[in-house]
C-alpha cells in the first residue's frame, strides 16, 4: 500500500482536484463548442487556464460530470484580451443533459446562469472585455456550478444551449 503524498487524498493515486497547474491557451483560430480548442479531461481538474482571445474565440467542452466529482476549472481572460470586442470565451459541458448553473456578475449587474443550460460564455459584442473577466466552475458528479464569474461589461455573459455539431 502507498503512502499518499501531497495533493492527494486516501484514495492512493487519485490527485486532489483541485490542485492544477496555470495553462495559456490563444486559439490559431476561432473556435467553436462542435470544434473546440480544448476537450477537457479529469485530469485536467484544477488547472487555471489562462485565455487569449485577442485574435480567435476560444472554446472549452468540461469532462463528463459523471467522473468529475470535485473537480474545478477556471478560465480567466489574458491580458492581451483586454479590449476586445469581437471574439468569445465559450465553456460547455461535456454533454447536453449536464447543466451549467450559477450567478454570474457582470458590470456589478447579476447573471443567473438558468438550471437547463449547458453553456455559459463571455460574449464581447456586449461590451469590451477586460484582463481578468473569469469564469470558475465546480461539478458535484452531475452537474457544473459556477464558483465564480465576473466580467467587466453589463451584459457579458450569455447562457444557452451549445451546438454540438
Given amino acids: 500500500m502507498a503512502n499518499p ?6 484514495f492512493d493515486n487519485s490527485v486532489d482536484r483541485s490542485v492544477g497547474v496555470v495553462k495559456h491557451h490563444k486559439p490559431a483560430s476561432d ?12 485530469a485536467d481538474a484544477g488547472n487555471v487556464y489562462i485565455v487569449d482571445i485577442s485574435a480567435n ?9 459523471s467522473i468529475s466529482k470535485g473537480a474545478i ?13 469581437a ?14 448553473m450559477g450567478v454570474g456578475i457582470d458590470a ?21 472585455a477586460g484582463a ?3 469564469i470558475s ?8 456550478y459556477v464558483l465564480d464569474a465576473s466580467a467587466l461589461s453589463s451584459g457579458a455573459f450569455v447562457s444557452g444551449t451549445a451546438t454540438r455539431s
Fill in 137 to 144: 466552475v465546480i461539478c458535484d458528479g452531475s452537474h457544473w
Fill in 73 to 85: 476549472f477556471t478560465f480567466i481572460l489574458s491580458i492581451e484580451s483586454d479590449g476586445e470586442t
Fill in 31 to 42: 473556435e467553436t463548442i462542435a470544434s473546440p480548442g480544448n476537450t477537457l479531461t479529469n
Fill in 108 to 128: 456589478g449587474v447579476v447573471h443567473d446562469q438558468p438550471s437547463d443550460d449547458d453553456l455559459i460564455y463571455i460574449d464581447t459584442s456586449a461590451g469590451t
Fill in 5 to 10: 503524498m501531497y495533493g492527494q487524498n486516501k
Fill in 132 to 134: 481578468g473577466d473569469r
Fill in 87 to 100: 471574439k468569445d470565451l465559450l465553456v460547455a459541458s461535456g454533454s447536453a443533459s449536464e447543466y451549467l
Fill in 57 to 65: 474565440t476560444a472554446a472549452f467542452v468540461l469532462p463528463s460530470a
